[in-house]
């Protein structure tokens, strides 16, 4: 258990769908991540939320839409997605403050999704 | 542009030996390096660290050396035990909230 719960671990839907990703950490941290995931590249960073507030967009498509209701949860709401926004989606959080601990960040085990 | 380079996609070491992963960056601002492990299925999991002010960091099998001129990293594993078959993520930590990650090199290591 890495403390980081992400739901669903795998996901199949249609570009017209809407479906959302849950991300949810109980270890106090402040900070929490959106990763993508796609084969032989490097973990592309999405989306970060320190105290709830959103302090990086990486020119995400705005069919991605994130959100952080407090410090413990962050969803990512999907809709009229594209094949190739097939990966695996990590959730991260990071304590944020005080020591080396501050900058390790903790991943959830992903969510696996398929668009067809 | 890629800031943080994995150019070995894969590395298989014979058990008891040592396992050396490289990684190269190319943003001068990195002031935190982590390297992660990753099972199949499951998320990555936190390593070893080191700080951009320090050069070399150990953690009983592993150790971390960093060589700011050359913006080079690597992770020594000694000695290799088949459980450390996975695959490892270099990240760089630059300003307070980005971190930035390589390809990955999966290690695989024969009994």
């Known amino acids: 258990e890495t403390g980081v719960t992400q739901t669903p671990r795998h996901l199949v839907m249609g570009m017209t769908n809407k479906k959302s990703l849950k991300c949810e950490q109980h270890?106090?941290?402040?900070?929490m991540y959106w990763y993508k995931q796609s084969a032989k590249k490097p973990l592309e960073l999405m989306f970060v939320y320190n105290f709830k507030e959103q302090t990086e967009n990486n020119s995400v498509p705005s069919r991605f839409s994130p959100e952080c209701p407090n410090s413990s949860h962050l969803f990512l709401h999907l809709h009229t997605l594209q094949p190739e926004d097939s990966a695996l989606y990590l959730c991260?959080?990071?304590?944020?403050?005080?020591?080396?601990?501050?900058?390790?960040?903790?991943f959830g085990a992903g969510s696996r999704l398929t668009v067809l | 542009d890629q800031q943080v380079k994995q150019n070995s996609p894969s590395l298989s070491v014979q058990e008891g030996r040592i396992s050396i992963l490289n990684c190269d960056y190319t943003?001068?601002?990195?002031?935190?390096f982590l390297w992660y492990k990753k099972y199949p299925a499951e998320g990555p999991t936190f390593l070893i660290s080191i700080s951009s002010i320090k050069d070399k960091n150990e953690d009983g099998r592993f150790t971390v050396f960093l060589n700011k001129s050359a913006k080079h990293l690597s992770l020594h594993i000694v000695p290799s035990q088949p459980g450390d078959s996975a695959v490892y993520f270099c990240?760089?930590?630059?300003?307070?909230?980005?971190?930035?990650f390589g390809t990955g090199t999966s290690l695989t290591v024969i009994p």
């Open positions: 943003n001068s601002m990195f002031d935190y």
């Open positions: 990240a760089a930590r630059a300003w307070e909230n980005q971190f930035y």
């Open positions: 270890l106090g941290h402040n900070a």
């Open positions: 991260a959080s990071r304590l944020g403050r005080g020591g080396d601990g501050a900058n390790v960040l903790t």
